[in-house]
Each structure stands twice: as C-alpha cells, then as structure tokens.
C-alpha cells in the first residue's frame, strides 16, 4: 500500500468512475481497478459498490475514504512545507470556479501567481455552482469562487468582492440610450428573467415587489449566457452582474444602464474545507485573490451558470 494508491482510490470515489480517476492519475482504467482490489483484499473488505451506478463507497469504504484523505491532506501539507523552508512557493494549488467569474478575468490571476511563483502547480476547473461545492467538499479542490457565499457546518466562506448589477437591454431599445433608470420605469416592461427556483430570481423579484414594480417576464433561463442572447435579440432587458456584460458593451451587441434608486450587487466568494489546513501555497494563491478585490478594470469572458445576487442599500 502507498499513497499513490490511496490517492486513485480517493479520485476513483470523488469521481464515481473508474476511468476519470484513471485518467486523472495517467493509468489505465484497469490499473485503478487493480488499486482498489489490492486495496480490498489487504483489508479483506469490499470499498466499492459495483452494482451501482454511479460508483459510491461501501461503508467500510467510507470510513477508508474519509481516513485516506486526511492522510493525503496531512502529506501535501507538509511537502509544501518542507519546500517553503527554501522561501519558494512550489505547492499545488487546485480550484473550482463557477462559469461567470470569467476565463479571462481568472486566467490573469493564475498567469500572474506563476509568474511571481514559477514553481507553484495550479490548476483552475470551470464547474456548475453545486459540482463547485462538491469539489471542495470531497477534496477535489483546495478553494473554490462562488457568487453568494455561505458557510457551513463542512465549507467554510469568505467574501470576495461586490459586483453592480446594471440593466442590460439590446443597443437599439429605448433604454440603452439613457445613463440611468429607475426601477419604477421596468414597470410593465418585457423581461428575460432567471428561473424562479434560483437565488438570483428570488432577490431580483424581492427587489421589485420593495419597489412595487411588475415587469413582464416574457423568458425564463437558469443561466446568465442565454439570457444574454434573448436579450441581443431584443427580447427583453435583464438585470445582470456588470462584469458579465462587459465584453458585450464593449463589442455593441448590448447596452448597460445603471440603476439610480437602488444599488443591487452580486457577492462572490472564496471558499474552502472545515479542519482542513491551508497549505502555504493555497494561502498565497488566496492572497493574491483577495488584492484584486477590487479590480473593475476586465472582461469576464464566460458567463453561463446560475448566480446569486445581494441586494444593498443605495447610499
């Protein structure tokens, strides 16, 4: 047994498939499959439920899975410590994001930590809000950036940064020529709005009805992206995070208009595992993110998952 094995052991659950964790390790499918019958025939157990699908630990394999990870967590942490007695970031530092933090915006982050640490090893995934969670959970990532933070008894959250929501309308609406509106001109107003079942239609609609305002929801999507192409079609406006609009308005395919009576803004945040330590490197990496709190100045490139927003009172 080494710790190689339990780290496919580790992805194989995480995963719930033989062949991603493979991959993910650079073996074959059937070589994690011997992993984890070496595994059960030394502890002389069943780990894996096979007959099922998708793949999920026995309850031995659970108690196995949760001990292995501390054990990883426990050597990762201290090979990165060991390195940083050499004061050189060469940890790995692995994270999750949702869609419409932005390719772009985080990809200048990463170039930037390797550039400062050439020796660090980062890898950035792109994931639905609930798979960006889970990953964190399960190990599979180090941090995660969501909108709408929330800590609980497993994750722990941090804000980030604030993003103004602005009233995204297509260039030739009646709109789109105006520096501000108020809220009470979205009365009766076509709307593409996100599904009722997400956060951000929630706060959106809790906004309005503050207001006494009743638009017209004409479309409903559960993702910023396609509520951005209804909306270039003349459609309807939108309420939508600032930054994901950016590239849009700088391109003439929409137009954004600041909202006068009320200042809306989606948090997003930076998350991760309860009692698990920080490696030196994961925390550098979280240095870095939190001195562009503020940064207003990019692009975000993709937006295409459900977001959160907060409202805030206008000062």
Known sequence: MNLKSLKIFCDIVSRRSFSRAAEDNGI??????QVVSQLENRLGVQLIERSKRPLSPT????????GCRKI???????????????????????????YSVGLHHMSRYLQEFMSQHPKANVRLEYLHPERVLEAVESGEADIG????????????????????????????????????????????????????????????????????????????????????????????????????????????TLASVRIDDEELVRPLGIIHARGKPLAPTVRRFIELLRGHAHDTDSPFADAAEPDAVHAAAHS
Not at 59 to 66: A, N
Not at 72 to 98: C, K, M, P, T
């Open 28 to 33: 074959s499918q059937s070589g994690a499959s």
């Open 72 to 98: 990883i967590d426990r050597y990762d942490a201290l090979e990165d410590e060991v390195r940083s007695l050499h004061e050189q970031v060469a940890g790995r530092v692995r994270v999750a994001a949702i």
């Open 145 to 252: 950036v969501v909108s709408y933070p929330r800590s609980t008894r497993t994750i722990h959250a941090e804000p980030w940064r604030e993003e103004p929501m602005v009233l995204a309308c297509a260039p030739g609406h009646a709109f789109a020529g105006r520096e501000t509106i108020q809220l009470a001109d979205l009365d009766g107003q076509a709307m593409v709005s996100f599904d009722p079942d997400l956060v951000i239609r929630h706060e959106i609609d809790r906004v309005f009805a503050a207001h006494h305002v009743e638009p017209n929801v004409v479309m409903e999507f559960d993702n910023i992206e396609t509520i951005k192409r209804a909306i270039e079609i003349d459609a309807g406006v939108a309420l939508l995070p600032e930054p994901t609009v950016l590239r849009e308005v700088a391109a003439g």
């Open 59 to 66: 309850r031995e394999g659970q108690v196995f899975l949760d």
